[in-house]
Structures are given as C-alpha cells and as structure tokens.
C-alpha cells in the first residue's frame, strides 16, 4: 500500500511537472540587447539601472572592430591596434505567466564573451568565466518572474590590454540562446555518441545519454534512441528505461545498429541525425537532437591518417577567429564563405588556432568534409602577453578542457584534440623533486603511484606531468581520439614529448627533420600542426623574383622598410618557417607525415610580421583579409584539386623596358607556352620536383598570355591584359539572393574596368557606398594591412584593383540595391534579392 501511494504521488507530480506540449524550445536570444562602453565604476546589474539612452544592438557584436585602427591602443599591433575596454549589455523581456511555462526550466547559453564575462539575472550573479573563447550556460529558473519584465546584464572586462598576440575582438561575439526544459531533461551537450564497430554491412552507433532530474521524486526515466538517415527515414532505433535520483543526473548507455552505414569522408560528408525522447509514465518530457557522422580513423606511424580504410593526405590550414571587417562577431555565412573558398583550393582540414571555435564553424565543418584539430589553449602556466590566460590557467583549465571536448565530441569532422600551441613550458622543467605525489596522481589518472612508477616520474618534471595532466582531462571524456600539442620546440627534452602523454607528435615548422621523423618517434604518428608562414601582399609584387627574402633575419630582430608590403612571389617568408613551395614538396612526399596545417588560410587582424605599427594585420594568408586569393592559392589549386589549373602572375601594367618575372602555376600539362603579343617568348617545363615555371621577360604593353599543354594538346589558355584608364565600375555579389533572415550576407566585389572591359589591377580610389532597402551595409574591406580607417566605415580605397562591401540582409523580403560611386566614374548598382 505504501508503494501504491508513492507511485501514485509521483504520478500526480508528473501530471502538474511535465508537458509534453513543448518539450524543449530553443530561442534566439540575439535581438534587442543595449550596450554601452564604461569604465570600472559603472554597475549596470541591477534590473532598476536606466539603460534607455545606451545603444540598442543585436548580436553577436565585437566593439573593438567597430573603431579606426590607432597606433596607442594597448593591444598593440600584435593585438590589431584597436581598443578593448570595458562593456555592459542588457537585455529585458517577459516570459508569459502560465503554469505550464512556471514548472519548466530555463536557461540561457553563451557561444562566447571576450573576456571576463558577468551575467546577472534580476540583480543576482549567475557566474563568471574568464576565458573569452568557451561556451558556457547559466540556469535562470529560480530568479525569473513571470508576466512581468526580467533583466539579464552582462559585464564584458577587456581593459587589461594587452591579453593576446592575435585579434580577440570584444564583447558577446558569439550567439545566445534562451533554453526551457521540462524538469526532467537531457542535460547540456547531453548525449555522446561514438562509432565503435564498423564493418561493410552494418555499423553500431553507442550512444550515452545524461539525464537529468529535478522532480521531488526520484523517476524511472524512458530512454528511446531513434537514428534518421539524411532522407529522414528512420534507420534503428532502441529504448530503455534507468532511474534518476531527485536533483542528480544518470548516464544511460545503449547501442544501435545500422545496416548498409554510409560512411561520412570528406568528399561525401554524410549525416545522420540521432533524436532522443525522454518519457515518465507516458509522458515525453524531453526531446534532443545530436548530428551522427559514422566513420573510422587512425593515425599510423608509417602511413599517416586513414579514413574509413583509406589512406587521406590531411591538406590543412591554420585559422584565427575573426572574419575581416566584421572582426570576431560570428556570422554563419561568413565562415561558410571562408571554408567554400578554402575548399576551393583543395584544402580538406582546419586547426582552431588557438582556441575552441564558435559551433557554427564545426557545423559546417560536418556539413562540408573537414578534418578539424580543435585547439584548446595558447598558452599555460607560462604567459605570452601581460594579462593572457595564464593567470586563469590554475584555477579554470580543466572546467575550460573539460567544457570544450564535451561540447565538440560529437562533431565527425572533430579528429584529433590539441591541448596547447606553443607553449612556454617545452623548455626546461622544475626538477622531479619538486613534484609532489598528488600532482603525479593527477597525471596518472587518479593511478596509485608505485615504486616503479616513482622511479620513472623520477625523470620527469612539472611541465611534463601537466602534460600528462592534460592530456588525462581530455581522455576522461572523449578516450576515441588523439591528443597532440602544437610544438615548436622539437628538442628530445621538450617535456611535452618526454611526458609520452601525446597521441601525434605535432611540429610547428622545421620541415628539415621532417623526413626522419620516424626514426625518433619510430611508435608514434606524426604530423605537421603549423607550417609555412610565408609572407605576401595580394597583387604587389618585387624583381627579380628568384631569391628569398627572409623577413626578419631572426625572430628577435627588429625589421622595418619603407614600404609595408611583400612580394606576391612565394619568395619571402619568416625566419622560422619556409616558402610554400618548398614545405608542399617535402609533405606531400613522405606517407608518415599525417598532413599539415599552413599558417595561414587567411590573413588575419593582428600580428603584423614582419612588421609593426603602421601594419595593423597579417601577411601570412594564402587569401587576404577581405577574400581574395593571393596568388599563390592556384598553387596549391594546382596541387591538391583535380581542376584543370592554368594561373599566371603578376599583372601587366608596367613601366616599359622594366623587367618582370611572369611565373605559372599548372597541372595536368607537360608544358607551358607563353606569348607577349602573339610572339612566342618559349616553352617552360617543370624540372624535378618543381611546382612553378617561370620567365624573365621585358616589358611591353598588350597581352600576355599562356597555353598549357598535354601531349601536344590544348589544355588550358590563360591571359592577362595591359589595363587603360578606368571607365566604368564592376560590382560583382558572391551571392546575389540571399536569406531574409536578418543575418544572411552578400560580399560585395568592386573593381574598376577601362574601355575594353579589363580589370585595372593598380586602381586605388576611394570608392563610397550607399544601399537602399531593408537591410545594413555591416563592413569593407580590401586587404591592405596598413590602413587605418574602421573596417565598419561604407567607404573604401581600391588595394591593387579590389575592395568589397558586406551587405547584410533584415527578416524582411524584397530587394536591396548597392549602389557604388568614385569620382569621375559613373555611380553603379547591383541589386539583391532577399527571400
């Protein structure tokens, strides 16, 4: 009888705590925050602060960006030259008064906040996280009020400057949600799903479920598993049942089967969408959807990276976190912009460099066919800059590790975790005496240390066993993939390597060790984490070009010249790394060596080698700061893509009697012919290991152009025309119909045409820009790393013939017109449609 009156008093609990009328809703919360700028005396967390004359803003939203580029900015050049500080955003709304909505949860999430963040709700503080690139959610349940209004502040504290050798960009830069639950719920990145067993006929997709309860009781939670294909069709589905404590969370483990899997690689990235219900006498309570990627991999010592059995050539590049003119705010298309292009030319891998990305990114990483190394930090107990992550390291790395692999581990194109780059602690370590056996416990995974294992750490030192430490925090929730770190220090001694924890040897630079790698590593992978780190300036170009510059002389040198440019040759690059040529031509030999990861895919904010001030961004990217490629990007188009390529540089606008060297970039041919004219200037042949072809030529105006040739035959034509005075403005959308979803993008490409219709590649004019309808004009740009005007300003100079105009869309239909002027010119137009 007892029994009956409990079950039937958690049953009337069940009646008055549970809906199945939505189960879970998940809201935009980005619309409608006001934001101001502050110093340290301003608080803004009380619900009573008037905020009415602050700027009402959506997000995500970077302040930094928003400013001219300055030279006194504390983050220096290194940092991008533009402003931190101190921001408060706030936010106020209403949840209806119901009792349905008043027995839910609720919660609020946060993508990102650089740095520092505070959340309030209702006066009362939610928490804060230091690091600005981790995710992180609050519950707001106990402090909403219902029917009337509720306040959320957020106390943004960039102002100790400066904090990154890179871009970081300010504010909440990412996308919030508001989420609510029933009280019994899938907890945060709640399900974990592996691919454990795959086979030609069937592959079994495990699947741990945390589940949540905080009912009076506890309850006999239904489990129920169901796995659609990417037509929708249910393939396998599996339940069960498990008990949850009141106020604690369960993990449940099941296993289902798939017959026929089709396997996600990177030229078919297939998806699967796993759906997990939760029910209590019947009733659902909560419903959770996680993106399933069925593959199998391995790293091998002499083979490299395989894929569902396959041997795979990881191409990769390096990527900060900003997004040019719109610095660090995430926009979904920007970065689906910048993989398409990156795609463009072969490339099949991104490193997060040096941070957890936005989700967004490894979505569309799934979506697309991506290898992605997920980098956790840039530093550790050892600080880079005055006021960087190392002096929150002690106290929140592993609740930073830990957060990121849990929410990333479902990701397929997610392959290998990178716990640092770079870091201080490869050289020298504290003497073994001073570790004392807590830490060593901590390194061993909780692994009573005996006196064997004493002996060993013996020889080991602090720096290796954080190494070890981490690398334990990363298995303890994701035991499926490699661990690695970034290494720039290849010594014997590095800690990091002496520590045995690291799944992948990972060097940064150093190509000349390269090829034996085998032999000092002969039981583990290797590969190549960050490589190149040439220099160019799109479109500008220095003869003779068959020497290298090595800019600067030594890392620790000063340099400076003039003219902040470098050569559009791959012919200069840093000290520490090489040109792209020669690293392409010693990775792509050698089977061991996993892949790479080039420094870097874009130019980026920050950074500015081999310069400083006036430069503002960097030179390493094979396509600069607005998107558009350099030249050397058809190298590689050449190298890693099956396209017909056929690319010949430089322009052809000249002084005459100047000599210029004309190099080409080709494949899928035996020869080149280049003609000046109509007049045949030779035949030029790759030798040996060569991937370019080049001619000293004399400068005449006119036409120069290249045929490529197999066996004789035509494969390709390419030309490049002496352009006149401008004319007229070209105005080119990468997208010409976009999304009325107030967040979609179209990029904008201006160039200026003479008589005869050719793009004038020395062209530098202002040119100003205007848009009528419903929509916003959010930046420019045009990859010159020394001006200073904000990014955000509707006006831009031409850099060596281009610049651009990012349009954004708004929730409305119907059609926005650009329109394009510069003086003397007349004004053009280009029209986008929003559907």
Same mark, same amino acid.
């Given at each position: ?68 580029? $300055? ?22 709304? =209403? ?34 996280? /230091? ?30 400057? /400066? ?29 974990? %799903? ?16 945390? %589940?949540?309860?905080?009912?009076? @009781? ?21 339940? $069960? ?19 026929? /899997? ?13 759906? =997990? ?115 929150? @390291? ?33 050289? $020298? ?6 570790? *004392? ?30 190494? !070890? ?40 630079? &150093? ?12 039981? =583990? ?27 600067? +002389? ?37 089977? &061991? ?12 904010? $920050? ?7 006036? +430069? ?24 890693? =893509? ?27 041919? *035996? ?12 035949? !030029? ?44 403005? !070209? ?42 309808? *419903? ?61």
């Amino acid at each position: 009888m007892k029994n009956l009156k409990v079950a039937f008093a958690m049953l009337i609990v069940c009646s008055t705590s549970l809906s199945a009328k939505s189960v879970r809703q998940v809201q935009d919360f980005d619309q409608n925050w006001k934001f101001t700028l502050a110093d340290s005396t301003l608080n803004a967390s009380s619900p009573a602060f008037d905020d009415t004359k602050w700027r009402t803003l959506n997000l995500p939203h970077d302040w930094s960006i928003e400013s001219d580029f $300055g030279k006194d900015f504390p983050s220096t050049a290194g940092g991008g030259a533009l402003p931190g500080g101190l921001g408060w955003y706030r936010k106020t709304f =209403t949840l209806e008064k119901s009792k349905d909505l008043q027995a839910k949860k609720i919660f609020i999430e946060f993508d990102g906040v650089y740095r520092n963040s505070e959340v309030w709700i209702n006066g009362t503080l939610l928490g804060k996280r /230091p690091n600005g690139y981790i995710s992180f959610r609050y519950e707001l349940t106990p402090y909403i009020k219902y029917g009337v209004n509720n306040v959320i502040a957020v106390k943004v504290d960039n102002s100790k400057q /400066p904090n990154s050798r890179w871009y970081s960009g300010s504010g909440i830069y990412r996308n919030v949600r508001l989420v609510t639950t029933n009280s019994v719920f899938v907890d945060n990145w709640g399900t974990y %799903v592996t691919t454990p067993d795959i086979n030609g006929d069937s592959a079994i997709v495990a699947v741990q479920t945390t %589940v949540t309860n905080t009912m009076r @009781f506890a309850q006999s939670v239904g489990v129920e598993q169901f796995l659609y294909d990417a037509n929708g069709q249910l393939v396998s589905q599996i339940k $069960g049942a498990l008990m949850v404590p009141t106020g604690n969370s369960n993990k449940y483990f099941q296993r289902l089967t798939v017959k026929k /899997p089709v396997l996600w690689n990177l030229e078919n990235p297939y998806l699967y969408k796993l759906v =997990t219900r939760l029910n209590i006498f019947g009733i659902q309570t909560d419903e959770y959807t996680t993106t399933v990627g069925i593959r199998s991999f391995t790293f091998d010592v002499n083979k490299g990276f395989i894929l569902n059995g396959k041997h795979v050539k990881i191409n990769g590049v390096c990527n900060h976190h900003d997004l040019g003119a719109l610095g660090t705010a995430v926009n979904e298309r920007a970065l689906e912009r910048q993989l398409e292009i990156m795609k463009g030319m072969g490339v099949n891998a991104i490193r997060t460099s040096h941070n957890p990305p936005a989700p967004e990114l490894l979505d569309l990483c799934d979506r697309m066919g991506f290898v992605v190394m997920d980098e956790a930090f840039d530093m550790w107990k050892k600080k880079k800059t005055k006021y960087d992550y190392a002096l929150d @390291f002690d106290k929140w790395h592993e609740r930073d590790l830990t957060d990121q692999i849990v929410r990333d581990r479902n990701h397929p194109s997610v392959f290998i975790w990178s716990i640092g780059n770079e870091v201080g602690e490869q050289w $020298g370590d504290t003497p073994a005496e001073d570790v *004392d056996l807590q830490a060593a416990n901590i390194a061993l995974n909780n692994k009573k240390v005996n006196e064997t294992e004493d002996v060993k750490l013996g020889r080991l030192g602090k720096n290796a066993l954080l190494t !070890r430490h981490l690398a334990d925090v990363a298995k303890s929730v994701d035991p499926t993939r490699p661990i690695t770190a970034a290494c720039n220090g290849t010594q014997e001694s590095n800690p990091l390597f002496k520590s045995e924890a690291l799944d992948i040897i990972g060097f940064n630079y &150093h190509e000349a060790e390269f090829a034996d790698i085998t032999k000092r590593y002969p039981k =583990t992978p290797f590969i190549v984490t960050e490589s190149v780190s040439s220099l160019n300036t799109r479109g500008y170009y220095e003869n003779p070009s068959d020497s290298v510059r090595i800019w600067p +002389s030594r890392w620790d040198v000063a340099f400076d010249k003039p003219e902040h440019l470098c050569s559009g040759y791959d012919n200069c690059r840093a000290p520490w790394g090489s040109t792209h040529e020669t690293n392409l031509k010693i990775v792509d030999k050698y089977d &061991h060596i996993a892949g790479q990861f080039i420094w870097t895919g874009f130019d980026y904010l $920050g950074e500015p080698t081999p310069y400083w001030w006036p +430069s503002r961004s960097s030179f390493f990217g094979i396509v600069d700061l607005a998107g558009f490629p350099k030249d050397v990007y058809y190298l590689y188009q050449s190298a890693w =893509t099956n396209k017909d390529v056929l690319h010949i540089f430089p322009h052809w606008n000249w002084e005459k009697g100047q000599t210029v060297d004309v190099w080409a970039y080709y494949n899928h041919a *035996d020869e080149v012919e280049l003609y000046l004219n109509g007049a045949s200037l030779g035949k !030029r042949t790759k030798q040996g290991d060569d991937m370019h072809v080049m001619w000293r030529v004399n400068y005449e105006p006119g036409t120069l152009k290249a045929v490529s040739r197999k066996a004789g035959k035509e494969v390709l034509t390419s030309e490049v025309k002496t352009a006149g005075a401008p004319v007229s403005i !070209r105005l080119t959308p990468d997208r010409a119909t976009i999304k009325a979803d107030g967040k979609d993008l179209s990029f904008v490409t201006v160039e200026l045409l003479d008589k005869d219709g050719n793009a004038c590649p020395l062209a530098n004019q202002l040119v100003k820009f205007s848009l009528e309808g *419903d929509g916003a004009i959010v930046g420019t740009d045009n990859g010159d790393q020394n001006e200073h005007a904000s990014l955000k300003k509707p006006e831009r100079k031409l850099f060596y013939g281009k610049c651009m105009a990012i349009v954004q869309s708004s929730d409305k239909v119907g059609v926005l017109t650009l329109k394009a002027s510069v003086d003397g010119l007349p004004i053009q137009s280009v029209q986008l449609t929003k559907k």
